[in-house]
């Protein structure tokens, strides 16, 4: 049995459009604070909370118009509903004690197709007067499709037994031992204890011991005299013949009350005793939270399969569990150290797929999200008009080709879900110099809450989509490559299209410099015009710059910096390394000298061709002080690590406001660091 979705309508954030959230085995929900995560934990409890004060419908529970204040609200209604499907009927090793349970309340849409359950929360609101109003609420089976209207005739009351088959477990983001651990935590380790079966000789011992120890504490002189004088306190209050005798003993009168005050101790410690929960630290209070928590599924997994497999038998359980406990969690780095999220991931991953399980995740975390997969990513956001958006993260088909590159580039680099600002670079350099940039060009720029991305290169329309429908604000910077294969107004012809697939209307981008609008052939062989004519290549990357496509010009990034800062770059390099000339000496010595001898020519065309490819272009648009950067191009870009480059020269470089950074890179940190 699977929760397939849940739908919330007029609950705390959510308006009267109803959200539809799908959910998996393992689904994480990301997103701003206060973004309807928590409303959407919380919905759950309301449905299938274990305690009457979680399944509560209270006034504040109701959605609240924009400007409207809450003592203005005079009536309201709501509903949650979850959507359940049930793969057990397609796998045959999976128990089936679900489908008994609920077969009578299936649905289908049509002949032939799966059947599947709705629970529905309907809860209407009344101002009377009083401090929370008068609060009606009903829980349904609904018999009809979901393509259906929901009529009076197709709803049937569900009873609180039948429900209790379906359990939500909360693990807030704030866990407080006080509170938490004693109500929640405590009642599943005694629902783990209630299903213990003892048998009549273990029973009797144990009653004897506690009724041995309890005389031995009664009999003590200092208890016994306590005693004297309370029961004399006692009777002096109170002529009640029924309670009339007080007696100090141990928490425990039987066997039962024994297990009830049953407790988890921890050791070894620091001290001479035993840890009980209350004393473990935050971190430690989570993970048992989260162990106790499989150790209760692990429990009645067993129990499952054994009512699967011998129904009579098993009916002799104190208490049957569940047949699918929803476990929400939320936010569970907090408290936890880094290096111990992996485990929680893991072990959250393990519970999910269980046949009597399934888990629902928030998290802020990076290191969270790129462990979970992004098909199963819920992105929460707050529209414009103050109502909670849930989204997916949209991927091609998974018989695309670029499914897979897609789905790994979108899973390494989960930063993007939480930036104000995305800049989709070509690679490793512009993660390391464009945020640099930004710190040095500019007082006061939140720099945390701009992630650089180095998704540019490929495909690049698709997270274009992606960031687009998730409405976070990106840049696009592309390297030119005048001149290499692909490059230059392959590049320009590239990025037209990729706004193509975007569906941009190209009509007004498409007119040219002298007025006139590319045809759909002009555009196919935009390739293959002369990249000589400068001014009409400026004329496009500056159009391009309108839908936030710029470019590092006129190589890519890594040349651009070394142009602007060649002192800077040059002198990572020590005395015995650099770039050299075999029986001529040093590059650097040669520069110096001024001379441009044979081999010294030899080896700037050498190091250009290295540097614009085997099929590039010859370099004739580059100017001789480009060619003699070439030779340092390739030594510290194309022999060396761009990564390390560019950390040991950056320090180097003098950059004490906007006006020192490139000039191509100028308008792109301009935009970067601007609202919007």
């Known amino acids: 049995m699977q929760l397939s979705k849940l739908k919330i309508n007029n609950f705390r954030c959510y308006g009267s459009k109803t959200t539809i959230i799908d959910l998996c085995?393992?689904?994480?929900?990301?997103?701003?604070?206060?973004?309807?995560?928590?409303a959407a934990m919380i919905a759950l409890l309301r449905l299938f909370g274990t305690l009457a004060s979680e399944r509560e419908i209270i006034r504040s529970d109701f959605h609240l118009p924009a400007g409207k204040a809450s003592?203005?609200?005079?009536?309201?209604?709501?509903?949650?509903?979850?959507?359940?499907?049930?793969?057990e009927l397609k796998d045959s090793s999976q128990p089936d004690t679900a489908i008994p349970s609920f077969f009578k309340y299936f649905v289908v849409d049509r002949e032939g197709e799966p059947p599947y359950l709705r629970i529905r929360l309907e809860s209407a609101y009344n101002n009377d007067g009083s401090i929370e109003g008068l609060i009606d609420t009903s829980y349904s089976f609904i018999l009809a499709a979901e393509s259906e209207e929901i009529i009076d005739s197709v709803k049937i009351s569900a009873n609180k037994n039948l429900l209790s088959n379906i359990r939500c477990v909360y693990v807030p983001a704030i866990r407080n031992s006080a509170d938490q651990l004693r109500n929640v935590a405590g009642t599943l380790l005694n629902r783990l204890l209630r299903n213990i079966k003892l048998d009549s000789k273990t029973r009797e011992t144990l009653e004897n011991s506690i009724a041995e120890i309890n005389k031995t504490v009664q009999d003590a002189p200092d208890i016994a005299e306590i005693n004297t004088i309370l029961q004399s306190q006692w009777t002096s209050f109170h002529d009640d013949e029924r309670y009339g005798n007080t007696?100090?003993?141990?928490?425990?009168?039987?066997?039962?009350?024994?297990?009830?005050?049953?407790?988890?101790?921890?050791?070894?410690?620091?001290?001479?005793?035993?840890?009980?929960?209350?004393?473990?630290?935050?971190?430690?209070?989570?993970?048992?939270?989260?162990?106790?928590?499989?150790?209760?599924?692990?429990?009645?997994?067993?129990l499952l399969k054994e009512i699967s497999e011998k129904p009579v038998e098993a009916d002799k359980k104190l208490i049957p569990p569940p047949v699918l406990t929803l476990i929400a969690v939320e936010e569970p780095e907090n408290h936890i150290a880094p290096q111990l999220l992996g485990k929680i991931i893991q072990n959250l991953k393990k519970t999910a797929v269980l046949s009597n399980a399934q888990v629902?995740?928030?998290?802020?975390?990076?290191?969270?999200?790129?462990?979970?997969?992004?098909?199963?990513?819920?992105?929460?956001?707050?529209?414009?008009?103050?109502k909670a958006d849930v989204k997916k993260i949209l991927l091609p088909a998974k018989t695309d080709a670029k499914y897979k590159f897609i789905k790994g580039a979108v899973e390494a680099y989960p930063e993007i879900y939480f930036a104000n600002k995305v800049v989709l670079g070509e690679g490793d350099?512009?993660?390391?110099?464009?945020?640099?940039?930004?710190?040095?060009?500019?007082?006061?720029?939140?720099?945390?809450?701009?992630?650089?991305?180095?998704?540019?290169?490929?495909?690049?329309?698709?997270?274009?989509?992606?960031?687009?429908?998730?409405e976070i604000p990106f840049i696009t910077l592309l390297d030119l490559d005048r001149e290499r294969h692909g490059g230059d107004w392959g590049r320009i012809k590239y990025a037209l299209q990729q706004l193509k697939e975007i569906s941009i209307d190209l009509g007004k981008l498409l007119v040219k410099k002298d007025g006139t609008v590319i045809t759909e052939t002009d555009l196919e062989e935009m390739h293959e015009w002369d990249v000589s004519d400068s001014d009409e290549l400026d004329f496009w990357i500056n159009k391009l710059e309108d839908y936030n496509i710029y470019f590092s010009a006129p190589l890519d990034l890594d040349f651009l910096l070394l142009?602007?800062?060649?002192?800077?770059?040059?002198?990572?390099?020590?005395?015995?390394?650099?770039?050299?000339?075999?029986?001529?000496?040093?590059?650097?010595?040669?520069?110096?000298?001024?001379?441009?001898?044979?081999?010294?020519?030899?080896?700037?065309?050498?190091?250009?061709?290295?540097?614009?490819?085997?099929?590039?272009?010859?370099?004739?648009?580059?100017?001789?002080?480009?060619?003699?950067?070439?030779?340092?191009?390739?030594?510290?870009?194309?022999?060396?690590?761009?990564?390390?480059?560019?950390?040991?020269?950056?320090?180097?470089?003098?950059?004490?406001?906007?006006?020192?950074?490139?000039?191509?890179?100028?308008?792109?940190?301009?935009?970067?660091?601007?609202?919007?």
């Open 360 to 386: 629902v995740l928030s998290s802020h975390s990076p290191s969270i999200v790129k462990r979970i997969d992004a098909t199963c990513i819920r992105y929460f956001r707050i529209d414009t008009s103050s």
């Open 247 to 302: 007696k100090i003993s141990v928490n425990a009168s039987d066997v039962n009350s024994l297990l009830k005050h049953t407790q988890v101790k921890f050791a070894p410690t620091e001290i001479p005793r035993d840890y009980d929960v209350n004393e473990l630290g935050d971190g430690l209070r989570s993970l048992f939270y989260f162990s106790l928590v499989n150790t209760l599924l692990e429990i009645e997994t067993k």
């Open 71 to 87: 003592d203005e609200l005079e009536s309201g209604d709501l509903f949650i509903e979850a959507v359940f499907t049930f793969p």
């Open 429 to 470: 350099s512009e993660i390391i110099v464009i945020p640099y940039m930004i710190e040095k060009a500019f007082d006061n720029a939140d720099v945390m809450g701009i992630t650089v991305a180095p998704l540019g290169g490929r495909h690049v329309n698709y997270f274009w989509k992606l960031l687009s429908d998730l």
């Open 563 to 676: 142009d602007r800062f060649p002192k800077a770059y040059k002198g990572i390099v020590d005395d015995d390394s650099g770039p050299r000339i075999k029986g001529c000496g040093k590059i650097i010595d040669i520069e110096k000298s001024g001379k441009l001898s044979t081999e010294y020519t030899n080896r700037i065309n050498s190091d250009v061709r290295a540097t614009l490819k085997d099929e590039g272009g010859n370099g004739d648009t580059y100017s001789l002080t480009d060619k003699k950067l070439m030779v340092w191009y390739k030594y510290l870009f194309l022999g060396r690590g761009k990564p390390s480059t560019h950390l040991a020269a950056l320090p180097n470089c003098e950059i004490n406001g906007i006006d020192d950074v490139p000039s191509a890179l100028k308008k792109l940190l301009l935009r970067v660091v601007q609202r919007g």
């Open 25 to 38: 085995e393992l689904t994480t929900f990301i997103g701003s604070n206060s973004s309807g995560k928590t």
